[in-house]
């Protein structure tokens, strides 16, 4: 149980009164930014698999998916309560009568108890949101937003082809019907200073949001930030450096908000740097260390908006 910081895993546990395990899924999406309706190529940073976890058998239908995430981390941890995890691209990038047949079709496995479905802001029109807000009277809806960079400069560079404003908007009417939100936030993309990362945080710590996840910016075989990495054109963030960063960050955030992830992981077989991404247990213990050599922990400098009128 982590003291100095709220984890996605003890929020669950309080939650369902047992450990519940997130079962990756790809259903089948594509992008905004892939197919051409705002650009093509994707995320600079984006591998072939939509940041889809490697355990996933895109080979299988979304049920045969569930069911052999299923099985597999049932063997490993003897786990009972499963959330069907949308993880692969953007999971709300379709007409509602698609998007309700795959989350009906996961909803039916007796061990599920909810949904946590990732997408972009841009994937969130009004409607949708109603229809999520729907399933989250019935079941569990964990909404997972990407942002990335408060900057816009930043996300154009990365191929977003969205803005922090198009984010802000979509939690505000997300959190304005009841639904449950997280953001994802990279450390160490492009041009970023320090001072702008943390301003990023800033930003989500203000935005009412009940979520977030932070990692580093990784570099995946196959991506256009593999070849800028190679050419020597993509500075990379140190894990001394983004220890310090990350728990800046927790300090700034709301103390309730719950952290789901603060390193990004891979095999060598699909990560080529930085390489102390290989040392997960090693950067989190880091982390946890530099929060206990300063005395702080999360919410420790968050400046609650309405203190500060």
């Not at 003897?78 to 692969?88: E, G, P, V």
């Not at 379709?94 to 949904?115: K, M, N, Q, W």
């Not at 009940?210 to 990379?236: C, F, N, S, W």
Request: proline share 4%; glycine share 8%.
């Amino acid at each position: 149980m982590h003291r100095l910081y709220n984890s996605f895993n003890n929020y669950l546990r309080e939650r369902f009164g047992t450990r519940v395990y997130r079962v990756p899924l790809d259903a089948g999406f594509t992008c905004p930014n892939i197919d051409g309706t705002r650009a093509f190529g994707g995320c600079t940073y984006c591998d072939e698999r939509g940041s889809g976890a490697p355990t996933i058998k895109t080979r299988l239908s979304l049920a045969e998916q569930l069911e052999s995430g299923i099985s597999r981390i049932r063997r490993r941890f003897r786990a009972r309560k499963f959330l069907a995890y949308f993880q692969a691209f953007s999971n709300t990038y379709a007409p509602e009568g698609v998007l309700a047949s795959l989350y009906d079709t996961v909803l039916e496995h007796p061990d599920v108890v909810g949904i946590c479905i990732g997408t972009r802001p841009d994937c969130l029109a009004d409607n949708i949101l109603d229809m999520l807000a729907g399933y989250s009277r019935k079941t569990f809806v964990w909404l997972e937003i990407g942002l990335q960079s408060a900057f816009d400069e930043t996300l154009a560079l990365v191929n977003r082809a969205h803005t922090a404003a198009e984010f802000f908007d979509a939690a505000k009417r997300a959190k304005e019907r009841g639904l449950l939100v997280a953001t994802h936030l990279i450390f160490g993309l492009p041009g970023e200073s320090d001072e702008q990362m943390l301003e990023t945080v800033r930003q989500v710590a203000r935005s009412g949001i009940d979520g977030i996840k932070i990692h580093q910016l990784v570099v995946y075989k196959g991506t256009p930030m593999e070849t800028d990495h190679r050419a020597g054109r993509l500075e990379l963030l140190d894990e001394s450096r983004y220890v310090r960063l990350v728990a800046d960050a927790l300090e700034l955030l709301p103390p309730e908000m719950t952290v789901m992830r603060l390193v990004a992981e891979g095999s060598q077989d699909e990560l080529i740097a930085p390489e102390w991404s290989f040392h997960k247990e090693r950067v989190m213990q880091s982390i946890e260390d530099e929060l206990a050599r300063r005395g702080t922990s999360q919410g420790s400098r968050y400046a609650c908006p309405t203190a500060a009128g």
